[in-house]
């Protein structure tokens, strides 16, 4: 089972960015997923979830700014980001989750978000 976070990169502040999250071993739709980050000095945290049954959750710094969405005939997830601030710069990851919301996988390698001001 593998979730490989991609679609990061360079952007400037205000702009916009999808991430995707292409799952391999497992289906996405059977768990929760969410999408996590990491800032350099921080802890990784959850940003954005969606249940099994397409229920979606935000942090309060992305609402209205980030949507995750999953698509259950490409097995994919996604993360629209628009915009970004430069408090946004982090790794991304994805996971799936269990009911408590601890992430389940090994963590991949994350695909590197990086906002200029």
């Known amino acids: 089972v593998q979730l490989q976070a991609c679609g990061g990169g360079l952007v400037q502040a205000g702009g916009s960015l999808k991430l995707s999250c292409l799952a391999s071993?497992?289906?996405?739709?059977?768990?929760?997923i969410g999408w996590y980050r990491q800032a350099p000095g921080k802890q990784r945290e959850l940003v954005a979830r969606?249940?099994?049954?397409?229920?979606?959750s935000y942090a309060d710094d992305v609402k209205g700014r980030f949507t995750i969405y999953r698509d259950d005939a490409k097995n994919t997830l996604y993360l629209q980001m628009v915009s970004l601030k430069s408090e946004d710069s982090a790794v991304y990851y994805c996971?799936?989750?269990?009911?408590?919301?601890?992430?389940?996988?090994?963590w991949g390698q994350g695909t590197l978000v990086t906002v200029s001001s």
């Open positions: 996971n799936t989750l269990t009911r408590r919301l601890s992430p389940i996988l090994p």
């Open positions: 969606i249940s099994t049954n397409g229920v979606t």
């Open positions: 071993g497992t289906t996405l739709s059977i768990n929760a």
